[in-house]
């Protein structure tokens, strides 16, 4: 489980990187998404990966950490989701606008056929 | 320790409280709406002051404020924590936001929708920045201080404004999303994200984490290092602030320093004892050094008052970076009073640089076609008499003299408080001894450089300003006009007089930096107070302090 959520993370973070280095705002928009996926996942993966263990105290269940998984990871993950929504969302309201004054999806502007 | 209980929150709700209040008001009722901004923001200054004051009060150590939101302590609760650097910079921030927001109200606040709620949720975010005593929570201050200035800095539109915001806000996702993988790296290794909490359980790291806890810091590092524009992480400042409106702009100068500002306070907190003391100064030092470089040669290349200033943020930052790299007290001493000085003089400049860009373009603003050459025989007025021996209007005056002061301030030439920054901290470079640093493989030739490129970088400044005076004041056409209003000249002149203010008392603020400094690096009772700091006895959690009350 562990080689599988690092290669997804892995995947993501490098298309997210390559995307974001390519000319047209649309591919930038993806790649700052993709990334923000992978950075989530990795959040996500520092309370320790476990199966079946819920992050809230159950009656019955001693309270260690042998028996529950860490909850503020996913509270973090939760937080960071939100606001990687927003600001992509105010980055998207910032790229129509640049298109429309431009005409082009170029980031710097320019009417180039690269 | 008689802090009033909730006066440490102030500087987050008070701003929070008064955009939402200006949203409500809507679009129409202005004289409510400029009320509400610059009394707002008023109030926020005088919170600070009184911060500073009670911080400052104690003494030896600083009685330093803890707010435990919602009554949780520290390391499973979000604290807020008002220490003299944060004193200092919650008042850096007011005063600069306080100009900065009479200014707008002379033209600017007219270029778009939603300025002021912006201008409160920035003034929010950056406050809290400074207050926070933990990370995820100085990623959420972070966000929404970001948030705003994406607003703001394309408040009035324009392509020029969109396509740097374009850049602006691209890089500064990324950024964010550097941060948040370095806060991960940090939580996985220490399990937990309190600032204070971090110090304290930072010796007990076992050897084979540290690498880990490193790889972290150091991710963290150069989220914050974008932020604080250190070379060769800086292209994007230079053309996203010159296209902001100037006194956005003057309220971003600021916003450089929430990344300074973050270095020092977690640079100092975490690596200024113990096994991995001085982790990164070298960096630190070296992409200073570099980023002062690069200041140097914008300025020497450029003839825009707004590059200018740019570029003259991005030499008070590298400044800043390597006398942080120096990892001395009496250096950081000097650096924060610099930054005071620096910080003020810049936002000055960005003010001025509209207001030099109006001469005799009939009171708009343009800054384009500035580096048109001006024609050899433009030094005549209308009549083709040469203007040797004519009267200056007394508002161009007054705008002239308040340009060689911002001048001054900038390049630190004496007699302002810019100066007074600068030789202390060439003096206290200099004064460092050798193994005064435990590191100090280079720390003397260091010191070398600082000294030489930071008096390279004043000269740098003035001979590029004067250039600039010379085109704008002395051969702008014979059409010798300045529209400057009342409210705009007074804002520029508070915030000179702000200037001339800290030079007059010099003695004590830098007395009081000396103090901070001090405080910074030796963490230990700041980390003491903020982790004994217990709950308050509420009605439901009476019994649960009796319980922990040691």
């Known amino acids: ?114 | 320790m008689d802090f009033m209980p909730h006066l440490v929150v102030v500087p987050v709700v008070l701003p929070l409280i008064a955009a939402a209040l200006l949203i409500l008001l809507g679009e129409k009722r202005r004289r409510a709406r400029v009320l509400v901004n610059i009394g707002a923001t008023l109030a926020g200054l005088l919170a600070a002051l009184a911060i500073l004051w009670q911080v400052d009060s104690g003494g030896e150590p600083a009685a330093i404020g803890v707010y435990l939101a919602a009554n949780w302590e520290a390391p499973f609760g979000i604290v807020l924590v008002a220490d003299r650097l944060s004193a200092l910079m919650l008042v850096l921030a007011g005063i600069v936001g306080l100009f900065a927001a009479v200014y707008a109200e002379a033209a600017w606040v007219r270029g778009g929708m939603y300025f002021h709620p912006l201008f409160q949720l920035q003034l929010m975010g950056l406050n809290g920045a400074f207050l926070t005593g933990d990370l995820f929570n100085l990623f959420v201050f972070f966000e929404v201080m970001l948030a705003a200035s994406y607003g703001l800095q394309l408040h009035g539109s324009g392509w020029p404004r969109v396509r740097s915001g374009l850049h602006y806000i691209a890089v500064n996702l990324l950024a964010s999303s550097l941060f948040l993988i370095g806060l991960a790296v940090l939580y996985g290794v220490m399990g937990t994200l309190s600032m204070a909490d971090i110090a304290a359980k930072l010796a007990s790291v076992p050897g084979s984490d540290r690498g880990m806890l490193h790889a972290g810091a150091a991710i963290l590092a150069v989220a914050f290092l974008i932020k604080a524009a250190a070379w060769p992480l800086n292209a994007w400042l230079v053309p996203a602030y010159t296209a902001a409106s100037a006194p956005v702009a003057a309220l971003f100068a600021v916003m450089t320093k929430v990344g300074v500002y973050i270095l020092v306070r977690l640079w100092t907190l975490l690596f200024s004892d113990g096994p991995s003391m001085n982790f990164g100064s070298d960096v630190l030092l070296y992409a200073g050094l570099a980023t002062i470089a690069f200041g140097v040669l914008g300025l020497m290349a450029t003839l825009r008052p707004g590059r200018i200033a740019g570029y003259s943020i991005l030499v008070s930052s590298g400044t800043l970076l390597a006398a942080l790299g120096m990892g001395n007290a009496a250096v950081t001493s000097a650096a924060l009073f610099y930054m005071l000085s620096a910080t003020m003089a810049v936002s000055v400049l960005f003010l001025f640089v509209e207001l030099v860009g109006r001469i005799g373009k009939d009171g708009q603003p343009d800054l384009v076609g500035v580096d048109d050459e001006p024609s050899e025989d433009t030094n005549l007025d209308d009549e083709e008499l040469p203007l040797v021996g004519q009267a200056f209007p007394i508002s161009l005056a007054l705008l002239g003299l308040g340009f060689i002061a911002a001048g001054l301030l900038v390049a630190g030439l004496p007699p302002f408080s810019g100066f007074i920054a600068k030789v202390s901290l060439l003096q206290a470079v200099l004064a460092i001894q050798p193994g005064d640093k435990a590191s100090d493989v280079a720390s003397q030739s260091a010191a070398f450089w600082i000294v030489g490129l930071v008096l390279f970088a004043g000269l740098a400044t003035m001979v590029s300003l004067a250039r600039t005076g010379i085109r704008h004041f002395w051969s702008t056409g014979g059409r010798l006009t300045s529209q400057v209003k009342i409210v705009e000249g007074a804002s520029v002149l508070g915030l000179l007089f702000a200037c001339a203010l800290l030079t007059v008392f010099a003695e004590p603020v830098l007395r009081y930096t000396n103090a901070a400094a001090a405080d910074l690096h030796a963490p230990q009772p700041y980390v003491n107070t903020v982790l004994a700091t217990r709950p308050r006895p509420g009605p439901t959690r009476s019994v649960y302090v009796e319980e922990e009350a040691p």
Request: charged share 10%.
């Open chain 1, 1 to 114: 489980m562990e080689v599988l959520l690092a290669l997804v993370i892995g995947v993501f973070g490098g298309a997210g990187v390559w995307l974001v280095l390519r000319p047209r705002t649309f591919q930038v928009v993806m790649g700052l998404t993709l990334l923000s996926y992978a950075v989530n996942l990795f959040i996500f993966s520092v309370g320790g990966l476990f199966l079946d263990k819920p992050p809230l105290v159950t009656p019955g269940l001693p309270t260690d950490l042998e028996h529950y998984t860490d909850p503020l990871p996913q509270a973090l993950v939760l937080t960071a989701i939100v606001i990687g929504f927003a600001t992509t969302a105010l980055f998207l309201v910032v790229l129509l606008a640049s298109r429309g004054l431009s005409g082009t999806d170029h980031v710097d502007g320019a009417r180039d056929e690269s």
